[in-house]
């Protein structure tokens, strides 16, 4: 649940905000103080589990889904999650 | 006495066991380390009677928002015999956690897996026994809504509450502190004792949102949605107020009337003419405040809301607002109190104080009362629903505006981010519980507030002895000359005046009061009331009822969760000062055209 190390790998990595409705992708890290990251992943958005995009609005938030759960997340809040799409 | 909290993430089913498991006993209280009041019961399990607590829903014992450094302080103050976790069987991976979290605690829970119903559909299986030898406590299947395993859960609870002994305050305090390694071993669980399809597919759910959630039609559908409920509020309402009306009357004919030959006319003139009509007049109102919160019910139970905030959080987050605070906006249409206590999962300060500043403006169901009474009396029927629909316009105008306005200053960098929970249809036994409330509620009300309001304005409307009755001799009369220069701008004449202050403590007493102060009911105050107003007062004076503050009961509350007087201070500072701009501004350009 580190995610300063990540630092050196961010290049290839893009966030969650990039992603396209149905495109799925890795969780890698959180990028926020503490205390949103500490929200953020009591909200089921961890290291290593897998985001699928389910709905975008144009300018509104995203649907996303996160193992069992379906949350609704604003475009800048998931540019906070970092993710991989490396297979 | 043993006590049992119920501990629970939000959207678990929480509330609906705690409901089922406590019938409609439950009342609000106070307890110890706990700044907010808390909703309890006392109810009967085994040979003994127990205090059973719902604490808010949290995500996490560590968490940062409100909701959660309540359910510590709690934990931290007061002793609890047993905790009560409710889990989501549909989400066991994302709430395992949190069970360890509290077993860590040394609390010992009996763990409810609640809407095992859903989770059977959608596939999964879960080893509740595994489960209950691997963490060594009771784990229990159920569905909370439908009933199914309440009963053997309510048994073991009962067994569990008379068999363990809690951990003592202090090691429990010292146990609060951060702990590691408990997602790793949550995962673990859920591979061992949960097996669940790869892909959770809820077609039903995904079907409607597909819809409702559409880029173009969302916002449309949701309006459309929101007007049929006002629609069918009305449509249904209005025969049942007439009713209700015409009961109050027979009544007085049958019983009340009958005794005017033995008491003193000033008596009598203040039972019945003053105190039955005047709460008579608002007791007519209730089926449709509740047929309100009916349909509120529907709405909450569906989880439209979450879909609400999905589709509107765009336009909130101009004003530094978010989704939820539409959602809360929306609550306040029938009580602003519980709407600024929902804000409570706000974790920011700031975003949480813009949040509260914003509710008030929600023309919540005591303030549609006076609306539709006035409506009714000056306007034609094809008119009122056009006026009642401005002053939504208005509220929500002015809620906006306000954000717009202390949004610069209450900047917050809160992450938006929010459970979206599957569409469900909402259950007969919950929504007449919530209907209930509101008449238990309103009965409260009316035996406080609204008896006191309507007493003293008899009182101010009918004193010093020798006075016209309402006339500019009375108190009243007095307090509406001292008034004029402030009211007299705005078109509201006097006698209205002294109505407006007691206003100030519900808005509900205002029709009471209309009565008290009139000695008249039915079509002859309609009659008064077009002597005292024209069409362009009517609206001044509601736009002022609307913004000027909403109800004693709610500045409590903003003090009560700000913890601040300058804020309520400023929030009341602000809709004063709004809604007499707002009045002036339309009666004067309104008369300025002629009108």
Same mark, same amino acid.
């Given at each position: 649940?580190?995610?300063?190390?990540?630092?050196?790998?961010?290049?290839?990595?893009?966030?969650?905000? =990039?992603? !396209? *409705? +149905?495109?799925?992708?890795?969780?890698? /890290?959180?990028?926020?103080?503490?205390?949103? #990251?500490?929200?953020?992943?009591?909200?089921?958005?961890?290291?290593?589990?897998?985001?699928?995009?389910?709905? =975008?609005? !144009? *300018? +509104?938030?995203?649907?996303?889904?996160? /193992?069992?759960?379906?949350?609704?997340?604003? #475009?800048?809040?998931?540019?906070?999650?970092?993710?991989?799409?490396?297979? | 006495?043993?006590?049992?909290?119920?501990?629970?993430?939000?959207?678990?089913?929480?509330?609906?066991?705690?409901?089922?498991?406590?019938?409609?006993?439950?009342?609000?209280?106070?307890?110890?380390?706990?700044?907010?009041?808390?909703?309890?019961?006392?109810?009967?399990?085994?040979?003994?009677?127990?205090?059973?607590?719902?604490?808010?829903?949290?995500?996490?014992?560590?968490?940062?928002?409100?909701?959660?450094?309540?359910?510590?302080?709690?934990?931290?103050?007061?002793?609890?015999?047993?905790?009560?976790?409710?889990?989501?069987?549909?989400?066991?991976?994302?709430?395992?956690?949190?069970?360890?979290?509290?077993?860590?605690?040394?609390?010992?829970?009996?763990?409810?897996?609640?809407?095992?119903?859903?989770?059977?559909?959608?596939?999964?299986?879960?080893?509740?026994?595994?489960?209950?030898?691997?963490?060594?406590?009771?784990?229990?299947?159920?569905?909370?809504?439908?009933?199914?395993?309440?009963?053997?859960?309510?048994?073991?609870?009962?067994?569990?509450?008379?068999?363990?002994?809690?951990?003592?305050?202090?090691?429990?305090?010292?146990?609060?502190?951060?702990?590691?390694?408990?997602?790793?071993?949550?995962?673990?669980?859920?591979?061992?004792?949960?097996?669940?399809?790869?892909?959770?597919?809820?077609?039903?759910?995904?079907?409607?949102?597909?819809?409702?959630?559409?880029?173009?039609?969302?916002?449309?559908?949701?309006?459309?949605?929101?007007?049929?409920?006002?629609?069918?509020?009305?449509?249904?309402?209005?025969?049942?107020?007439?009713?209700?009306?015409?009961?109050?009357?027979?009544?007085?004919?049958?019983?009340?009337?009958?005794?005017?030959?033995?008491?003193?006319?000033?008596?009598?003139?203040?039972?019945?003419?003053?105190?039955?009509?005047?709460?008579?007049?608002?007791?007519?109102?209730?089926?449709?405040?509740?047929?309100?919160?009916?349909?509120?019910?529907?709405?909450?139970?569906?989880?439209?809301?979450?879909?609400?905030?999905?589709?509107?959080?765009?336009?909130?987050?101009?004003?530094?607002?978010?989704?939820?605070?539409?959602?809360?906006?929306?609550?306040?249409?029938?009580?602003?109190?519980?709407?600024?206590?929902?804000?409570?999962?706000?974790?920011?300060?700031?975003?949480?104080?813009?949040?509260?500043?914003?509710?008030?403006?929600?023309?919540?169901?005591?303030?549609?009362?006076?609306?539709?009474?006035?409506?009714?009396?000056?306007?034609?029927?094809?008119?009122?629903?056009?006026?009642?629909?401005?002053?939504?316009?208005?509220?929500?105008?002015?809620?906006?505006?306000?954000?717009?306005?202390?949004?610069?200053?209450?900047?917050?960098?809160?992450?938006?981010?929010?459970?979206?929970?599957?569409?469900?249809?909402?259950?007969?036994?919950?929504?007449?519980?919530?209907?209930?409330?509101?008449?238990?509620?309103?009965?409260?009300?009316?035996?406080?507030?609204?008896?006191?309001?309507?007493?003293?304005?008899?009182?101010?409307?009918?004193?010093?002895?020798?006075?016209?009755?309402?006339?500019?001799?009375?108190?009243?009369?007095?307090?509406?000359?001292?008034?004029?220069?402030?009211?007299?701008?705005?078109?509201?004449?006097?006698?209205?005046?002294?109505?407006?202050?007691?206003?100030?403590?519900?808005?509900?007493?205002?029709?009471?009061?209309?009565?008290?102060?009139?000695?008249?009911?039915?079509?002859?105050?309609?009659?008064?009331?077009?002597?005292?107003?024209?069409?362009?007062?009517?609206?001044?004076?509601?736009?002022?009822?609307?913004?000027?503050?909403?109800?004693?009961?709610?500045?409590?509350?903003?003090?009560?969760?700000?913890?601040?007087?300058?804020?309520?201070?400023?929030?009341?500072?602000?809709?004063?000062?709004?809604?007499?701009?707002?009045?002036?501004?339309?009666?004067?350009?309104?008369?300025?055209?002629?009108?």
């Amino acid at each position: 649940m580190i995610e300063s190390s990540a630092g050196i790998k961010l290049k290839k990595m893009t966030n969650l905000s =990039c992603l !396209r *409705q +149905g495109e799925c992708a890795c969780i890698t /890290g959180i990028h926020a103080p503490d205390d949103i #990251r500490q929200r953020l992943q009591s909200m089921g958005l961890r290291t290593g589990r897998e985001a699928e995009v389910i709905r =975008c609005s !144009r *300018q +509104g938030p995203m649907q996303i889904r996160v /193992g069992s759960l379906n949350l609704i997340m604003r #475009r800048s809040d998931a540019a906070r999650v970092s993710i991989t799409t490396g297979k | 006495m043993k006590r049992l909290a119920i501990v629970g993430m939000p959207n678990t089913g929480k509330s609906t066991f705690f409901n089922r498991l406590t019938g409609s006993s439950s009342r609000v209280g106070n307890w110890p380390g706990v700044t907010v009041e808390l909703l309890s019961a006392r109810i009967v399990l085994g040979n003994d009677a127990v205090d059973v607590i719902d604490l808010p829903g949290i995500y996490d014992l560590h968490g940062f928002a409100e909701d959660e450094q309540i359910v510590r302080d709690f934990l931290e103050n007061n002793r609890v015999d047993l905790i009560t976790l409710v889990l989501n069987a549909t989400q066991l991976d994302h709430q395992l956690p949190l069970a360890l979290q509290i077993i860590k605690l040394g609390l010992q829970p009996v763990i409810l897996v609640n809407m095992i119903d859903e989770a059977e559909k959608l596939g999964i299986r879960i080893d509740a026994d595994g489960l209950e030898r691997d963490l060594n406590c009771p784990v229990q299947l159920l569905s909370a809504r439908h009933g199914t395993g309440f009963n053997e859960t309510r048994d073991v609870i009962s067994a569990t509450l008379y068999r363990t002994q809690p951990p003592p305050l202090d090691t429990l305090r010292e146990n609060l502190h951060a702990d590691d390694e408990i997602v790793e071993r949550a995962d673990a669980l859920v591979g061992r004792y949960i097996t669940s399809p790869s892909k959770l597919v809820r077609k039903m759910t995904e079907r409607i949102d597909h819809v409702l959630l559409h880029p173009v039609l969302g916002l449309p559908l949701f309006f459309l949605a929101m007007f049929l409920v006002f629609q069918a509020v009305y449509t249904l309402g209005a025969p049942l107020q007439d009713a209700v009306a015409w009961l109050l009357d027979l009544l007085k004919a049958q019983a009340l009337e009958p005794l005017a030959g033995s008491m003193s006319p000033a008596l009598y003139g203040f039972l019945v003419d003053g105190l039955y009509d005047g709460i008579g007049t608002v007791a007519s109102f209730v089926p449709v405040i509740i047929l309100f919160f009916f349909f509120m019910a529907i709405v909450e139970d569906s989880g439209y809301l979450a879909r609400a905030a999905y589709l509107t959080d765009a336009l909130m987050a101009r004003m530094g607002l978010d989704g939820r605070g539409f959602v809360m906006i929306l609550m306040g249409f029938g009580c602003n109190v519980p709407a600024l206590m929902g804000t409570r999962v706000m974790r920011s300060r700031a975003l949480r104080w813009l949040s509260m500043l914003v509710i008030p403006f929600s023309l919540c169901s005591a303030r549609l009362q006076v609306f539709i009474f006035i409506t009714t009396a000056l306007f034609t029927a094809s008119q009122a629903p056009f006026v009642l629909f401005f002053m939504y316009l208005a509220s929500f105008s002015a809620a906006f505006l306000t954000a717009l306005v202390f949004g610069r200053r209450l900047k917050s960098d809160e992450p938006f981010v929010l459970e979206m929970p599957p569409y469900r249809a909402p259950i007969l036994r919950q929504v007449l519980l919530r209907g209930w409330h509101e008449i238990a509620h309103f009965l409260r009300r009316a035996s406080t507030f609204i008896i006191t309001g309507v007493v003293l304005v008899w009182i101010l409307t009918h004193y010093p002895e020798g006075s016209t009755p309402g006339g500019a001799d009375t108190w009243a009369g007095l307090l509406g000359e001292w008034l004029k220069p402030a009211l007299d701008p705005i078109g509201i004449s006097a006698a209205m005046s002294v109505v407006l202050v007691f206003g100030f403590v519900a808005k509900e007493i205002v029709i009471g009061a209309m009565v008290a102060m009139t000695g008249l009911e039915g079509d002859a105050l309609n009659g008064y009331l077009a002597t005292q107003m024209d069409l362009v007062q009517a609206i001044s004076f509601m736009l002022f009822v609307l913004l000027y503050t909403p109800c004693l009961s709610t500045i409590a509350t903003q003090l009560s969760e700000s913890r601040s007087w300058k804020f309520a201070g400023i929030s009341l500072a602000w809709s004063l000062g709004l809604a007499w701009l707002v009045s002036f501004t339309f009666y004067q350009s309104a008369r300025l055209l002629g009108y």
